[in-house]
């Protein structure tokens, strides 16, 4: 169920009976008639990892297959960046406008139906005859892949208040498990059947996801007092005014994951070209190190419940910009491109789980919204940092990508530094 904040008292501590609360849609009712916060199991929380790691691989899995893409359906080598920013812009798309509906709507339903829909949206792409038709099926498939913030916030939800950002943590690390999983399986699959098996593969998957977390999940009923879709779509712009955390956060998702983007969107130009000439299964072998970070990051929110939010983001942001210097030695040592995306992708993803707890206990009442403003910021991020990766690749090879991530990891700890005592 949504959670209940008395008005006038911090969350967390007791309820009277009777008294009067918020619900998730900002609206006031009676405690007698709210029913309690429903916990979380070890068996919901896994699902909940799994299936959020399954939804967001669906936007990732183009990354080591964009050269077979672009010689499949005749897309310069220039611009085949297009296909993730694509994406990214329908996943901006859905976080302001379906997100919010996590609110407002039993998000059961809400997710169920998301993994329904994009099922059919990945049959598209993997039966795409041309490339516009491509992407404007990845665009659906980015649209509809904000499942995943729909689940965080729904686990958010559930979690106690003392647990949330351990919870958070759990659930993202299967965010980033599977954003970094989809590379080697991808790979994996396109070499074995063609990238689009890639996608016909996961439409299956994600239908049979949809319909187990109808099965398990807990259902919610729809609050007849909360405000209309149009004001809870306004609301997510009128949040991201009134909380200065909200909008220092989501700068700071912004740039690191425009530097994300950096990376992995061009890494597979010059691992798959000779001298070094990786197979897309040897590509997407790298994913697999960053997994190794991922999983050290799931700690970030433990430390955040702790009060150790700004300390996790400084030390994590100094590392992202250190990741940069062994990555630089990528066509003299794959040795050295490997420690570098472990330590990248540690830094990332120890911001990103830090970010999170920090804003979603900002404003129980409002933590789908919250968490639809904040990711905006991180699919602008990922959908710039893609295709200027690309463009900076085709200019000047793969040392300008890497300056262009160290300029950026540096513009995040120096924006950083200069906002830490605001929050």
């Given at each position: 169920?949504?959670p209940r904040v008395e008005l006038g008292r911090e969350a967390g501590q007791p309820e009277a009976s009777h008294s009067r609360t918020v619900d998730g849609a900002g609206s006031?009712?009676?405690?007698?008639?709210?029913?309690?916060?429903?916990?979380?199991?070890?068996?919901?929380?896994?699902?909940?990892?799994?299936?959020?790691?399954?939804?967001?691989?669906?936007?990732?899995?183009?990354?080591?297959?964009?050269?077979?893409?672009?010689?499949?359906?005749?897309?310069?080598?220039?611009?085949?960046?297009?296909?993730?920013?694509?994406?990214?812009?329908?996943?901006?798309?859905?976080?302001?406008?379906?997100?919010?509906?996590?609110?407002?709507?039993?998000?059961?339903?809400?997710?169920?139906?998301?993994?329904?829909?994009?099922?059919?949206?990945l049959v598209g792409v993997g039966s795409a005859p041309t490339a516009s038709v491509l992407l404007a099926g990845m665009l659906i498939v980015g649209l509809l892949a904000v499942?995943?913030?729909?689940?965080?916030?729904?686990?958010?939800?559930?979690?106690?208040?003392?647990?949330?950002?351990?919870?958070?943590?759990?659930?993202?690390?299967?965010?980033?498990?599977?954003?970094?999983?989809?590379?080697?399986?991808?790979?994996?699959?396109?070499?074995?059947?063609?990238?689009?098996?890639?996608?016909?593969?996961?439409?299956?998957?994600?239908?049979?996801?949809?319909?187990?977390?109808?099965?398990?999940?807990?259902?919610?009923?729809?609050?007849?007092?909360?405000?209309?879709?149009?004001?809870?779509?306004?609301?997510?712009?009128?949040?991201?005014?009134?909380?200065?955390?909200?909008?220092?956060?989501?700068?700071?998702?912004?740039?690191?994951?425009?530097?994300?983007?950096?990376?992995?969107?061009?890494?597979?130009?010059?691992?798959?070209?000779?001298?070094?000439?990786?197979?897309?299964?040897?590509?997407?072998?790298?994913?697999?190190?960053?997994?190794?970070?991922?999983?050290?990051?799931?700690?970030?929110?433990?430390?955040?419940?702790?009060?150790?939010?700004?300390?996790?983001?400084?030390?994590?942001?100094?590392?992202?910009?250190?990741?940069?210097?062994?990555?630089?030695?990528?066509?003299?040592?794959?040795?050295?491109?490997?420690?570098?995306?472990?330590?990248?992708?540690?830094?990332?993803?120890?911001?990103?789980?830090?970010?999170?707890?920090?804003?979603?206990?900002?404003?129980?009442?409002?933590?789908?919204?919250?968490?639809?403003?904040?990711?905006?910021?991180?699919?602008?991020?990922?959908?710039?940092?893609?295709?200027?990766?690309?463009?900076?690749?085709?200019?000047?090879?793969?040392p300008g990508v890497c300056a262009l991530g160290a300029a950026i990891s540096m513009a995040a700890l120096l924006f950083w530094a200069a906002t830490r005592r605001v929050t």
């Amino acid at each position: 169920m949504e959670p209940r904040v008395e008005l006038g008292r911090e969350a967390g501590q007791p309820e009277a009976s009777h008294s009067r609360t918020v619900d998730g849609a900002g609206s006031e009712c009676i405690e007698a008639r709210c029913p309690p916060e429903t916990g979380l199991t070890p068996g919901t929380l896994l699902l909940f990892a799994l299936a959020a790691g399954l939804s967001v691989a669906n936007i990732y899995y183009a990354q080591p297959l964009l050269d077979a893409m672009a010689r499949d359906l005749s897309i310069r080598a220039a611009s085949i960046g297009i296909v993730v920013t694509v994406t990214q812009l329908g996943y901006a798309l859905g976080l302001l406008f379906i997100v919010p509906l996590g609110d407002l709507v039993d998000r059961r339903r809400l997710i169920a139906g998301q993994g329904l829909l994009s099922a059919l949206a990945l049959v598209g792409v993997g039966s795409a005859p041309t490339a516009s038709v491509l992407l404007a099926g990845m665009l659906i498939v980015g649209l509809l892949a904000v499942v995943v913030q729909v689940l965080v916030a729904f686990a958010a939800t559930l979690a106690p208040s003392e647990e949330r950002g351990q919870v958070i943590g759990t659930v993202t690390s299967g965010i980033v498990i599977g954003i970094l999983l989809a590379r080697f399986v991808s790979g994996l699959l396109a070499d074995l059947g063609g990238w689009r098996s890639v996608y016909l593969t996961s439409a299956g998957l994600t239908l049979a996801m949809a319909a187990l977390l109808y099965r398990a999940l807990p259902s919610q009923e729809r609050r007849s007092t909360a405000p209309p879709y149009p004001e809870l779509v306004r609301s997510v712009f009128v949040l991201l005014r009134e909380e200065p955390l909200l909008r220092v956060r989501a700068v700071l998702a912004l740039l690191i994951f425009a530097t994300f983007s950096v990376l992995w969107t061009s890494m597979v130009l010059p691992l798959s070209a000779p001298p070094i000439s990786l197979s897309h299964t040897g590509v997407g072998l790298f994913g697999l190190a960053g997994v190794a970070g991922a999983l050290g990051a799931g700690r970030a929110g433990h430390l955040a419940d702790r009060g150790w939010g700004q300390w996790t983001t400084g030390s994590a942001l100094v590392l992202m910009l250190v990741a940069w210097v062994p990555i630089a030695f990528t066509r003299s040592s794959l040795w050295a491109l490997a420690v570098g995306v472990v330590i990248l992708d540690l830094a990332i993803q120890a911001v990103h789980v830090t970010n999170q707890s920090m804003i979603l206990a900002a404003r129980p009442d409002a933590r789908s919204r919250l968490v639809g403003g904040y990711m905006v910021f991180y699919s602008i991020g990922s959908a710039s940092g893609s295709i200027a990766s690309t463009l900076v690749y085709a200019r000047t090879g793969w040392p300008g990508v890497c300056a262009l991530g160290a300029a950026i990891s540096m513009a995040a700890l120096l924006f950083w530094a200069a906002t830490r005592r605001v929050t």
